[in-house]
């Protein structure tokens, strides 16, 4: 059985049609149930349930995030869809979203919006939707899921607290929702089929209070996940250039009062936001010219209403911090940064200079490449290509041990000592961690950090419980708390402890910390095998 869940406030006007939509699902009527939870209504929508013959669960007024929450409490399936009072699903909505879920490692799945709207501003509306859409098409995995068109193993969200009712107003608690489990390395994929019709605003006043709400929460959520201002599977890159260029045209302006030169900076800014328009425009164009008319003007008035909003939050959450901190605060991961940005150019220029040296040891003591590369995961579970110097022959990783659950994992990752699979050139590189230094590399494209956790294979990530997840949460490092403290000695339970405690007390003097005691570490061969 699956359980769907519809928070509804106040949706009278909506639900019956939302309700009749459900029922209509091209799956059969006994594989589900329908649970309303009515978030202190006023009006008639616990009677439209009731008439419905759905379950009904009834909260007093605390917002959509609460209301999701107690709906996944009482639901009965291992597989939650979530959908609005306000959205009607097309009638292979539901199997759509459990298609995706079938796959074992696939934890969340987002659908897509439709209208029948007419109204030029509610087309705009469906562009920009449509515009993120095409960004998150063709992606194995994503950050982003709103809860409109949603679908949630049950489990997972219940053992990660649900949604944040921190959020008290339908803006960003579900996109939070999402970002805290993709941090843990949990697969959430794009389903474009999921549709649900929806009637999108249809004022410029209500288009940009409601940009405004998202922006003012969006501010409080960014002080815990500091790195989704930089990039989501959603959000496109462009709109963030566009806001930051109408900042600089209305900084331009009131210091052209000041100083009058500095005029020419806002008519500077102002080509930045229009060439950043570009993109947008031509989409818009191929889909609706009528709202291709109105799209720069609706750009613009976006960016001022999500500024003033992120602003406005920024002010009134200074100081605040809630049920969550950030693993890496965001001045702390500017720095870390640069640090490693420094730290792997001066790496790989060191590295160059004994590369032809190393590469003719481990050419003449066995055959095979000089360089060895393996998929390893990576920060938010991103899988990337991880580079070593070979010490082992060819062909040794598909002799490594195969745990099979998260109790044999245990102590799979302790390193054999010795272990035949290593070359003898091989033990020399490893003695001196010499092999490592083709890292340096994915340090350089931001894969990696000069500091924190090992990079691990993605068939033991596979088999992490939800606790060891919580390692994937920062950027994994050439070196870390592991390897200055047994290294490949220690047991899957020993390194999550050092890991974890390195995250919930992450410093940068800490960094600079574990560096200083990784070069008598080396030196000493600690751990070493």
């Known amino acids: 059985m699956i359980s769907i869940v519809v928070p509804a406030h106040n949706a009278g006007r909506t639900l019956e049609r939302c309700l009749r939509a459900l029922r209509a699902q091209d799956i059969p009527a006994e594989s589900y149930e329908i649970i309303v939870v009515d978030d202190g209504s006023t009006d008639d929508t616990a009677m439209i349930a009731q008439a419905a013959s759905v379950r009904l669960i009834r ?166 996940l500091p790195q989704k201002a930089v990039s989501d599977s959603h959000t496109p890159q462009a709109l963030k250039v566009q806001i930051l260029m109408l900042g600089l045209m209305g900084l331009g302006l009131l210091g052209r009062a000041i100083w009058p030169p500095l005029w020419p900076a806002a008519l500077i800014a102002l080509g930045g936001f229009t060439i950043s328009t570009i993109p947008f425009l031509r989409h818009a164009w191929r889909r ?90 990576g920060e938010n579970g991103r899988p990337f290509r991880m580079y070593k110097l070979r010490t082992m022959h060819v062909g040794a990783e598909g002799e490594a041990p195969q745990p099979r659950n998260a109790t044999e994992l245990e102590h799979a990752v302790v390193k054999r000592s010795p272990d035949p699979r290593v070359t003898r050139v091989g033990r020399w590189l490893r003695r001196w961690s010499l092999d490592e230094a083709p890292q340096f590399f994915n340090v350089l494209r931001g894969e990696m950090s000069l500091v924190g956790p090992r990079p691990e294979e993605e068939r033991l990530v596979r088999l992490y419980t ?21 290294r490949g000695r220690l047991t899957m339970s020993e390194r999550l402890a050092l890991e974890l405690d390195y995250i919930e007390h992450y410093s940068l003097r800490r960094d600079l910390a574990i560096l200083w005691r990784t070069i008598f570490a080396v030196w000493r061969g600690d751990g070493a095998l």
Request: proline residues 6%.
């Open 59 to 224: 909260i007093p007024h605390q917002g959509p995030a609460a209301a999701r929450n107690a709906g996944l409490q009482v639901a009965r399936g291992e597989i939650v869809l979530f959908t609005d009072a306000d959205c009607e699903p097309i009638p292979h909505w539901a199997r759509s979203l459990m298609e995706a879920l079938r796959e074992p490692d696939v934890v969340g799945a987002k659908g897509t919006y439709l209208t029948r709207q007419r109204e030029l501003i509610a087309r705009f509306v469906q562009v920009e939707y449509e515009e993120r859409y095409a960004r998150m098409a063709g992606r194995e995995r994503i950050d982003f899921v709103d809860t409109y068109s949603a679908g949630y193993r049950r489990e997972i969200v219940l053992a990660n607290g649900g949604f944040d009712t921190t959020f008290r107003e339908p803006t960003v608690e579900d996109q939070e929702l999402s970002f805290r489990l993709a941090s843990k390395g949990y697969r959430l994929v794009f389903v474009p089929q999921a549709q649900v019709y929806h009637q999108h605003v249809t004022s410029i006043l209500a288009y940009i209070r409601r940009k405004f709400r998202i922006g003012y929460w969006k501010a409080l959520m960014l002080r815990w």
């Open 466 to 486: 939800d606790e060891q997840r919580r390692r994937l949460a920062v950027k994994p490092g050439m070196t870390g708390p592991m390897q200055v403290n047994g």
């Open 288 to 377: 609706d010219r009528a709202v291709a008319l109105i799209a720069w003007p609706m750009l613009v008035v976006r960016a001022i209403a999500l500024g003033a909003g992120l602003l406005a939050g920024m002010i009134r959450f200074a100081g605040y911090t809630g049920p969550q901190r950030p693993a890496i605060a965001g001045p702390q991961r500017i720095i870390k940064r640069l640090m490693d940005i420094l730290g792997a150019i001066i790496g790989l220029a060191l590295f160059a200079l004994l590369l032809p040296f190393l590469a003719l040891a481990i050419r003449l003591d066995s055959p095979g490449p000089v360089i060895y590369s393996q998929v390893r995961i």
